[in-house]
């Protein structure tokens, strides 16, 4: 072991000894044996406040280890004397038997200007080897490493993972079935004329004239219409007043004048009725469906007149 000590302040230091230093055996055994864990170090009594020191240096060697190195610790403080009782020790750990001179611990002190040289001697230390019975000892194979059963403790964080990982395949593949079988649906309803056409026949009769029951009837004759127009025209009419559906309409080449203009006078009046508690005489009820019914008919007509030229050309 090498002792590490500020040289300077080593030769002009003062040499004060200071009795024996403490070696503990941790295990709390009459003898020390190969392995056991020893507390070697210092005490010193009264010691003032604003006192430094300056502790050796240890290092393992091939027989004596050091398991940690210095550790200190205070006790006893006085507020009133400004004094404490201070403890450093290291744990060293032998491995071999034998009998060992540990150095002497030579710690130094400075006190304001003043610094000496704390000189702690040091015992022997006999390490005896663990004993065994010759009589009765027997020679065994290596045995295996230790098998320990698993505990629902250690399972449970496997089986919530394979509890979530399942519950998200089972997801993507809901949201999946669900998509095919959307557009499945999509390929296999009727298409939008026949959808407007189905809806509007619903609007015939006289049964929704009363003027409590117009505003139902204008709004209903016009929304099947807004949607017929968002699928026919790829305008967004349910999203649009009057005046920004027929001006999106306007340039259509497949609404005659006349049909825009009767329509548009159906979707004027239906507001009249909708927002301003405006009642359709009855002779303007009885236009209605048959205006949409046209407006549906005859756009839809000119699609199939459109696809029967491609098909020639």
Do not use: C
């Not at 519950?167 to 593949?173: C, S, T």
């Not at 296999?188 to 015939?204: F, G, N, Q, S, T």
């Not at 205006?291 to 029967?308: G, I, K, M, P």
């Amino acid at each position: 072991m090498k002792i590490v000590l500020g040289f300077i302040l080593y030769l002009f230091a003062d040499i004060v000894p200071m009795g024996d230093a403490f070696l503990n055996n941790l295990q709390k055994r009459d003898s020390v044996l190969v392995g056991d864990r020893l507390e070697y170090g210092i005490r010193l009594d009264t010691v003032h406040a604003m006192t430094g020191f300056l502790f050796p240096e240890f290092k393992s060697g091939d027989t004596l280890t050091v398991v940690r190195g210095w550790q200190l610790d205070t006790s006893n403080v006085s507020l009133r004397k400004m004094t404490f009782t201070l403890k450093g020790s290291i744990l060293l750990s032998p491995f071999e038997e034998g009998i060992y001179k540990l150095p002497p611990l030579a710690v130094v002190r400075a006190v304001g200007e003043k610094i000496d040289t704390l000189i702690f001697s040091s015992p022997e230390l006999e390490v005896k080897p663990i004993p065994i019975d010759t009589a009765s000892f027997v020679i065994h194979d290596i045995k295996p490493q230790i098998r320990y059963p698993v505990t629902l403790g250690e399972i449970l964080p496997w089986i919530g993972a394979a509890v979530i990982l399942g519950a998200a395949v089972a997801m993507l593949i809901w949201l999946a079935r669900r998509r095919r079988m959307k557009e499945e649906e999509e390929k296999a309803k009727d298409p939008a004329h026949i959808v407007a056409l189905r809806k509007l026949e619903k609007y015939r009769g006289d049964k929704y004239w009363a003027p409590d029951k117009q505003k139902a009837f204008y709004s209903g004759v016009t929304d099947t219409l807004k949607t017929y127009m968002e699928a026919r025209f790829g305008v967004d009419a349910p999203e649009m007043t009057t005046a920004e559906v027929f001006d999106a309409l306007k340039a259509e080449k497949d609404i005659t004048p006349e049909l825009f203009s009767q329509t548009r006078e159906l979707f004027e009046t239906a507001d009249f009725v909708k927002f301003a508690k405006h009642a359709a005489s009855d002779e303007y009820n009885a236009k209605v469906v048959p205006v949409a019914v046209r407006f549906v008919t005859d756009t839809y007509r000119s699609t199939l007149e459109e696809e029967r030229k491609e098909d020639v050309l």
